[in-house]
């Protein structure tokens, strides 16, 4: 099932993190790493294999973030990737990430769609300086490996990551959803009110 255009949704509990991916993909400085905008921010590119469409958003597993607010953002991040995204990829910082985020995180995806989780693949950020004892104990802390395995286990480390495997990766979560994306609540709540 080749996809011409791949459109693939950050999040995760870092900006920064999340946008250095992101940059990492497009091989290019396109998002600010230092300036957390208010918006979701859609931004194109040009892979080998076609177009690839990032969608990154805004700190959404914030605890302060109002049901209003997190609406919204969900809302402008489905209409940005229209017709809906093919891949969900969870920016996370293994020794910040709780149980708490892995709530939030969940209810989020659950926002988009019941499907996101089938969409949705783990890559792992590097850990901050710590001795390597902390860092392997923390990579196997509970919410980080519930979180991977409500994903179907599909996780990579950034460290040593290769655009290749990351894109390899991309290309799996497609075929295994027979190439369909993920169709958002939110699209067809409009579709229906628009239709009466």
Known sequence: ????????????NSWSGRSSVGNFILGEPVFNTDEEPNNCLRIGGQLKEGKIFLINTPDLLNP???EDKLREHVELCVR?????????????????????????LCRVL???????????????SKPKQ?????????IHQAPLQEMISICGFRSLKQE?????ELLKNFKQIVEKNHGNHVMCHQLTI???EESV
């Open 160 to 164: 040593d990551l290769e655009l290749r």
């Open 110 to 124: 659950e926002r988009f769609s019941d499907q996101s989780f089938d969409h949705s693949m783990v890559l792992m």
């Open 190 to 192: 409009k579709h229906k």
């Open 80 to 104: 940005l990737s229209v017709p809906g995204p093919h891949v969900f990829l969870l920016v996370l910082q293994p020794e910040d990430f709780t149980e708490e985020h892995r709530l939030r």
């Open 130 to 138: 710590k001795s390597p004892a902390s860092r392997d104990f923390n």
């Open 64 to 66: 302060n973030i109002s």
């Open 1 to 12: 099932h080749p996809v011409s255009e791949l459109r693939v949704v950050l999040l995760g």
